[in-house]
């Protein structure tokens, strides 16, 4: 031991600068670039007990921009000055933590950086999928496929033989969405996308039984032509028209899980609600919100079933991959502008 | 027997004229008189498993208005030219039928009139309370008191220490909904009525542990200084502006249970729904509309638990009573303009 380097095993050290997106200022309405700053960070050194973890993709959400502002919500604001968080994959490169030798592969919360360090608290250990890249694991074996799951069972008590509609259906969540129904036993899967490119992939690629352009006509207009026998559950990732289309044919005890809105959270002003909400009454409905954080112990029992899910084809995912952790803030403002297709991630290493 | 009475057992046959009140026509926005027709009709002589029952009381109720209308509803409409249908309690006055001799009091659904007469099935023998009059069938410990009843634990899963605000407090359902709410261990009941009298009944009579005028001042001004701990139940009869107002109060897991909404049943318009629906992802709410015809099953459960609640004086009720069928249009009129305290009904015998 030498006065240099930490007690405990050899360490090795390198890379020891991080590279982090800090948020400079807070958006009004749409964020733009000089919102953000990119930072070079020097790491200490290790101290009994914690990890380095070089990232191999760090996530941007749209629950994000939520964050971006300062008001009481589900999750802490982000602080001006200081590097943002969020979701990230990537291996032990230096460890002074039994539980996570130098090499496991980690999920955890120090994402908007190429490299993270901290507790070993605050890393999960997981186990790669044999033919799936890791960023699954910020995509549908992470969160995002877990919010599908968690809207579906748990919030929209999805049953066998029922009709399903998904709005923003080719995004991350969306296409898990209308994946996981068919698996669950939904009769008719049903999605709207903002593109003819997206429509083709709904059906031709995730499975759905009919799917249309929402800038073609009215919601209201196009989707009761798709649901002729009205629709049970709608799984809600936009808000707006949608929902009001969905109010409008959905049968008795039809639920409806509200999952983040993501045509709003750029206004700043407040929106009317939909015009039918008389139906709630007249039908039965159910609308509850919700917000995946607060239902991580399913976790376990989601990844138990999508892992063979995924391993098998049985559900096929896209993602769409920026480089470099420099390009991070590009690829949230494309994400946000719905020029994804599928899981949004930024490639770090 | 005679030749001029049905062959079987003995049969009083008077009264044999009833006074129905039938539907004349389809009223647009707010009914008129001219929309109603008192008819008198010869009852037919009753054939075998029939009982004839001289209705003591009628029920008058919101939910009527929208049978009035010609659209889908969760009860069908009003036939124009027929008599109308509803809550009613009564003494069979004669009968065919061996399991409702004469004497039973009865509870079913031929209301709008003074006599009903039918089959055995569609009556059913219920047994009154000591000191309870008869009409208490048709509010507290019938169709009024289940709504309230369900709202609160199917629909709104009331738990003990939950603070619970309802609108319309001062009517059949609201005051029952703050007074069972208590009995199920809720911490704080909140009220909202429309006039100055109504509000004092709400603390003085019926226990809520605040309440307020909603023409005071606007409902989102109000409600927050009287629930400064938020809520965690709002149980909505009138929709509007109490809805947005209780959404912008209701704490993480808040429920609401959406219980028809008379500020809207004689708009011809759509209304706009509330403009802070963004809370229902925020603060994982739910709301869920109902309607108590599809709840009946619970009914016998409800009738022993408010039995001896309405006997002991846990529950305290208030109703207006309109005298004479002829007056069954006047009271339904009245109780649309909210002129009622507590339950309205007409009294037929």
């Known amino acids: 031991m030498t006065a240099s380097t930490p007690t405990g095993p050899a360490v090795p050290v390198a890379p020891s600068v991080s590279t982090q997106i800090h948020l400079a200022s807070r958006p009004t309405g749409w964020p733009t670039p000089e919102n953000f700053r990119t930072v070079r960070v020097d790491l200490p050194d290790l101290t009994p007990g914690q990890v380095r973890v070089a990232n191999t993709f760090v996530s941007v959400d749209p629950y994000m921009r939520g964050r971006m502002n300062d008001v009481k919500s589900y999750v802490p604001p982000f602080a001006v000055g200081e590097a943002m968080t969020g979701g990230a994959v990537g291996e032990v490169v230096a460890s002074t933590a039994e539980s996570l030798p130098v090499g496991t592969t980690v999920l955890h919360q120090q994402g908007w950086r190429d490299v993270a360090q901290g507790d070993a608290a605050g890393f999960t250990a997981v186990t790669p999928v044999p033919g799936v890249a890791d960023s699954a694991f910020l995509g549908v074996l992470g969160m995002t496929g877990l919010t599908a799951w968690v809207g579906l069972t748990t919030i929209a008590s999805l049953r066998p033989g029922d009709t399903v509609f998904v709005s923003g259906a080719a995004g991350a969540?969306?296409?898990a969405v209308g994946q996981i129904a068919r698996l669950l036993g939904a009769k008719r899967v049903i999605g709207s996308a903002g593109s003819a490119e997206k429509v083709r992939l709904l059906t031709e690629r995730y499975g759905f039984d009919a799917a249309f352009n929402y800038q073609d006509a009215p919601v209201r207009e196009q989707l009761p032509t798709h649901a002729p026998d009205g629709i049970d559950v709608y799984f809600d990732?936009?808000?707006?028209?949608?929902?009001?289309a969905a109010l409008d044919v959905l049968n008795r005890d039809g639920r409806v899980a509200l999952c983040g809105a993501i045509s709003q959270y750029n206004t700043t002003e407040k929106t009317p609600g939909p015009d039918n909400m008389?139906?709630?009454?007249?039908?039965?409905l159910t609308l509850r919100g919700f917000t995946v954080g607060f239902h991580l112990d399913q976790a376990g029992e989601y990844?138990?079933?999508?892992?063979?899910?995924?391993?098998?084809?049985?559900v096929v995912t896209d993602e769409t991959v920026i480089d470099g952790i420099d390009r991070a803030v590009d690829g949230f403002?494309?994400?946000?502008?719905?020029?994804?297709?599928?899981?949004?991630?930024?490639?770090?290493?």
Chains 1, 2 share one sequence.
């Open 303 to 314: 990844r138990e079933k999508m892992g063979p899910w995924l391993r098998d084809g049985d």
């Open 333 to 349: 403002l494309a994400m946000m502008r719905g020029e994804n297709v599928g899981k949004m991630v930024i490639r770090t290493r």
């Open 237 to 244: 990732n936009v808000g707006g028209d949608h929902l009001e």
């Open 173 to 175: 969540v969306g296409s």
């Open 278 to 284: 008389a139906n709630l009454v007249k039908q039965g």
